[in-house]
């Protein structure tokens, strides 16, 4: 049984930066590509950043894109999202994502979820 435990959320300024990182236990990691995922009060859940499972191709929304880093080390079942420039609308619950081969933008293409890490972004 795949688990993921997501973490690294907190309160940050305007401009500040967070890392959140995601564990996966429970099967080999380097098989899963990753994602991570937002949802915002009164909002859908929405794409943020993916990894293909080797760590080679990355993918990013338009709103996070230069500012979000996705990485993973495959030597500690780690996922990555190293946040930038943070402004209040990144404000969501993060959550991260597994998907068993080809990594994907699409929520419903993910079999496996973290818990979500609160981020809060003050003006």
């Known amino acids: 049984q795949v688990q993921l435990v997501d973490s690294g959320g907190g309160l940050v300024q305007a401009g500040g930066s967070l890392r959140l990182s995601c564990a996966l236990s429970g099967h080999a990691f380097s098989n899963y590509a990753m994602g991570w995922f937002r949802q915002a009060p009164g909002k859908q859940r929405e794409f943020v950043a993916s990894?293909?499972?080797?760590?080679?191709?990355?993918s990013y929304a338009d709103s996070v894109k230069g500012r979000f880093t996705i990485s993973r080390d495959n030597t500690k079942n780690t996922a990555f999202l190293q946040m930038h420039s943070l402004k209040p609308d990144d404000t969501a619950v993060y959550y991260c994502a597994a998907r068993f081969g080809y990594m994907s933008r699409t929520r419903e293409d993910y079999n496996y979820w973290g818990q979500g890490t609160q981020v809060t972004v003050s003006a």
């Open positions: 990894i293909s499972a080797s760590g080679g191709i990355t």
